[in-house]
């Protein structure tokens, strides 16, 4: 049998060798998930590829994912389903296409009790490229040799979320789609806990439907979104990550897509604007897109009721489908807690405008 991930150790440069012998002797769980940090590695653009959603595969019944033993729990009428009684690494690939869908419609699926983070690297990849090419991060913190991996980790030493935003906000609530300026975006995402606080002491994530969103709309609000389009830019983030001495791996790009984006497998259309990458509306000057987007982002962050905030423990899979929600963290728990965790991103089609 092979060894555990918690038992592997993540080979190091000489520059990182001391800080990773020092965070295991504190006692993350899963030394290999360490995030690593090369400033000389390279990765080439980004090209346009081939995509099947593999949802459009799947039988509507889902037969292979909600078995009799699988028992679910909505958590909103518009985002959020918890699942127990199925594993996701021993799903078919008929199990995984009905598990496209099922993301799809129900935006978030909250798996408890999985085995997923003690696979292995390549078998967890292996999982995750059945939904798309995996995209490889520019600026995170990855697992050395497997740039798939995006790495999130906070520790009393450690705290990239605050360094990224800054001392100077009220809140830290940022509100995103991940790496939204990609030309092609991700799709069906996953996230494994390695570590994290205690049930109600925070560390939490809050996701939205953005289809709910744009439903919430007047008709003819929804008429003057529809064609419009908007850039997402990847620019800021390259450029903090210079200035703290972070890796740049892949020249920042910035890509326009549609305000309204329609989900290939379900048909729903969705915002597709946030704050954490959008920066401005194509063909509109700046006090008019400044206008627009403030609009927009207002409405989303304060819709508490088509939000969740979904919580975690070690062996909680997250499976979310980035084309139709944001999220933020929430930077509530104690400093002297660690919490790390894992994203791997397929990445799926080109937007379709709405």
């Given at each position: 049998?092979a060894?555990s991930?918690a038992d592997l150790?993540?080979p190091s440069?000489?520059?990182?060798?001391?800080?990773l012998?020092?965070?295991?002797k504190?006692?993350?769980s899963?030394p290999?998930?360490?995030?690593y940090f090369?400033?000389?590695?390279k990765?080439?653009?980004t090209?346009?590829f081939?995509?099947?959603d593999?949802?459009?595969r799947?039988d509507p019944a889902k037969?292979h994912?909600?078995t009799?033993n699988?028992?679910?729990h909505?958590?909103s009428?518009y985002i959020?389903?918890?699942i127990t009684?199925?594993?996701?690494?021993?799903?078919?690939?008929e199990?995984l296409d009905?598990?496209?869908l099922?993301?799809?419609q129900?935006?978030l699926?909250?798996?408890?009790d999985?085995?997923f983070?003690?696979?292995?690297?390549?078998?967890?990849?292996e999982?995750?490229?059945?939904f798309?090419p995996i995209?490889?991060?520019p600026?995170?913190?990855?697992?050395?040799?497997y740039?798939?991996?995006?790495?999130?980790?906070r520790?009393?030493?450690?705290d990239p979320?605050?360094?990224?935003?800054g001392d100077?906000r009220a809140n830290?609530?940022?509100w995103?789609?991940?790496v939204?300026?990609?030309?092609?975006?991700p799709?069906?995402t996953f996230?494994?806990i390695?570590d994290?606080?205690?049930?109600?002491t925070?560390?939490?994530?809050?996701?939205?439907?953005?289809?709910?969103?744009?439903?919430?709309l007047s008709?003819e609000?929804?008429?003057?979104?529809?064609g419009?389009r908007?850039v997402h830019?990847?620019?800021e983030?390259?450029?903090?990550s210079?200035?703290?001495?972070?890796?740049?791996?892949?020249?920042?790009?910035?890509t326009?897509?549609p305000?309204?984006?329609v989900h290939?497998?379900?048909?729903?259309?969705a915002l597709?604007?946030n704050?954490g990458?959008?920066?401005?509306?194509?063909?509109f000057?700046k006090e008019e897109?400044?206008?627009l987007?403030k609009?927009?982002?207002?409405h989303i962050?304060?819709g508490?009721?088509f939000?969740?905030?979904?919580?975690y423990?070690?062996g909680?899979?997250v499976v979310?489908d980035?084309?139709?929600?944001?999220?933020?963290?929430t930077?509530?728990f104690?400093k002297s807690?660690?919490?790390h965790?894992?994203r791997?991103t397929?990445?799926a089609e080109v937007p379709?405008?709405?």
């Amino acid at each position: 049998m092979a060894p555990s991930v918690a038992d592997l150790q993540t080979p190091s440069t000489k520059d990182t060798i001391s800080s990773l012998k020092q965070e295991v002797k504190k006692g993350p769980s899963y030394p290999f998930y360490y995030p690593y940090f090369d400033v000389n590695e390279k990765f080439p653009p980004t090209e346009i590829f081939e995509f099947t959603d593999p949802g459009t595969r799947a039988d509507p019944a889902k037969p292979h994912l909600l078995t009799p033993n699988t028992t679910t729990h909505d958590i909103s009428p518009y985002i959020g389903t918890e699942i127990t009684g199925v594993q996701i690494s021993q799903l078919s690939p008929e199990g995984l296409d009905e598990l496209a869908l099922y993301t799809a419609q129900r935006k978030l699926l909250v798996f408890r009790d999985q085995d997923f983070k003690d696979l292995g690297p390549d078998r967890q990849i292996e999982i995750a490229r059945h939904f798309g090419p995996i995209q490889k991060h520019p600026t995170s913190g990855n697992a050395k040799g497997y740039p798939e991996f995006h790495v999130v980790y906070r520790d009393a030493d450690h705290d990239p979320f605050r360094e990224y935003l800054g001392d100077d906000r009220a809140n830290r609530t940022q509100w995103h789609s991940d790496v939204s300026y990609e030309k092609q975006t991700p799709g069906t995402t996953f996230f494994f806990i390695l570590d994290q606080p205690d049930s109600g002491t925070g560390g939490d994530t809050l996701f939205l439907s953005q289809v709910e969103a744009y439903k919430r709309l007047s008709p003819e609000f929804q008429k003057r979104l529809e064609g419009l389009r908007a850039v997402h830019s990847a620019v800021e983030q390259a450029e903090n990550s210079r200035k703290r001495g972070g890796p740049v791996r892949r020249e920042p790009v910035e890509t326009e897509h549609p305000v309204v984006r329609v989900h290939p497998v379900t048909g729903e259309k969705a915002l597709y604007v946030n704050p954490g990458f959008t920066r401005r509306i194509v063909g509109f000057k700046k006090e008019e897109s400044e206008y627009l987007l403030k609009f927009l982002y207002d409405h989303i962050t304060k819709g508490a009721d088509f939000q969740i905030r979904a919580t975690y423990k070690p062996g909680t899979v997250v499976v979310w489908d980035n084309r139709l929600t944001v999220h933020s963290a929430t930077g509530d728990f104690d400093k002297s807690v660690r919490r790390h965790a894992v994203r791997l991103t397929p990445q799926a089609e080109v937007p379709i405008a709405g």
